[in-house]
């Protein structure tokens, strides 16, 4: 079973950024897809974007697209949320996940979630 910590999290101004990591440990974290997710307050948790286990291939939501960069370190366990140009929309808690396939964008496609981490940006 694998368990993911996000880390990264904080405020920020409009126009900045940040960079959000996920570690995973308890299982081979190559075998994974990764995911990322946010939720805003009274809303459904949303997609952001997912990478395929080796890394190559990376799918965002459109919102996203072009400021946000997804990437990983399989020798660290770690994947990455690169988030540029923030926006205050972007305000959420961002969860990253995992599953051994890659093609979901529903949170239910993904069985593995870490706790979330606050992400606030302010106009």
């Known amino acids: 079973q694998v368990q993911l910590v996000e880390s990264g999290g904080g405020l920020v101004q409009a126009g900045g950024s940040l960079r959000l990591s996920c570690a995973a440990s308890?299982?081979?974290?190559?075998?994974?897809?990764m995911a990322w997710f946010r939720q805003a307050p009274g809303k459904e948790r949303e997609f952001v974007g997912r990478i395929s286990w080796s890394g190559g291939t990376t799918y965002y939501t459109d919102s996203v697209k072009g400021r946000f960069t997804i990437s990983r370190t399989n020798a660290k366990n770690t994947v990455y949320l690169q988030m540029n140009s923030l926006k205050p929309e972007d305000t959420a808690v961002y969860y990253c996940?995992?599953?051994?396939?890659?093609?979901?964008?529903?949170?239910?496609?993904?069985?593995?979630w870490g706790q979330g981490t606050q992400v606030t940006v302010s106009s």
């Open positions: 996940a995992a599953d051994k396939t890659y093609s979901g964008n529903y949170y239910l496609d993904y069985d593995y």
């Open positions: 308890g299982g081979t974290f190559s075998n994974y897809a």
